[in-house]
């Protein structure tokens, strides 16, 4: 899914069931970070589904 960063709107493809913390390419703000399952979103990331 493509999650868009709450600070620099920039946009980063991240997978649902990601492993480890996802960070922003453009300014380091953390956008999802690991449960055991699907990956958990930060408060205030929008989010688009990939079809």
Known sequence: MDVKCPG???ITT???HAHSVVMCGSCSQVLAQPTGGKARLTEGCSFRRKV
């Open 8 to 10: 620099c709107f920039a």
């Open 14 to 16: 991240v997978f649902s």
